[in-house]
């Protein structure tokens, strides 16, 4: 397995951003970050903290569809709501004075945005006991529950299997690729399901796996690193190229691009073809559906009506959470059996294996 990178010796003390109405940097150059709900939001609902992972509004991918989640619920429940972006290599000190200004700011409900919130979120919970805390793919770190905490995890490995399978039915070279943002234990569950999903259609095939970094959250917000690691693979001879990397990806889809004609990415968590560049969109087979939206409304659904989701939750085939797109329509004529697979997952016929 290629590694990239390696863990970067030196670790560096990142600006603080927390903000009511985003930032405007941003908001200029990404995406969805042109859209500021809680800069227009005036309700007198309950106020939402929505903390980002690396990369921030606007990577259309794991932070927008958290924010997606966190528009459908200020409009539902007529909320108000801040947010705060966490930045590369950011110390854990300033992930617990983001979450702390939030609360002292008011929200009563508090979303991480990802695992590396789980160590802060633990820390900060039992100071503010009326608020209410979640983590998307968090964990609890110790041995002491916190009863205002809840856990919103996914079958990232099933989703990944679809898209596993899609991509052994597709290549024409029999190697397929895969990049991840961080070499951790939540990205091996999308390199395992991805893996094991290719090797259910074509037992022979050959997958070339590589991570952006060993460690450092910077991976998840790094498309250089992206690009070149699938352009690794794919002059390695692979035609299909699966990401979960976060704003990384965006460079996974421009090497598709470059490596031209008949080369393909697979992206992730959101319905990425939808957000792409034209260029990006003939390149983009399908992308593996993770419902961060849906754990984040539900989860503010559940602080509104009084029975606050508490420890772990999954989201998985069952109950739509995972899954995967056809926008484009280049996987329309196999989607019949992904589709078997599907029901064989749900089933239990078919264990998806969550490490390589």
Known sequence: MRRLTQLSAAVCVAALALSACGSSDKDDDKGSAEKDICKTADGDGPKIGLAFDVGGRGDQSFNDSAYAGLEKAVAEFDATCLEGEAVKNEPESAREDRLRQMAEGGATVIIGVGFAYSDSVNAVAPDFEDV????IDGYDPDDQPNDNVAYLGFAEQEASYLVGAAAATKTETGTIGFVGGVHNDLIKKFEAGYVAGAKAVKPDINVKVAYIEESELSGFDDTAGGKAAAT???DAGADIVYHAS???GAGVFDAAVEAGDGKWA???DSDQYLTATAEQ???ILTSALKRVDVATYDFVKSVVDGKPLVSYSVYDLKVD???YSTSGGFIDDITSDLDAFKEKIISGEIKVP???
């Open 266 to 268: 697979i992206g992730v």
């Open 321 to 323: 959470g995972v899954g």
């Open 246 to 248: 976060g704003n990384s």
């Open 132 to 135: 209410h805390f979640a983590v």
């Open 354 to 356: 969550t490490a390589p």
């Open 232 to 234: 690794g693979e794919f």
């Open 281 to 283: 969109k003939k390149h």
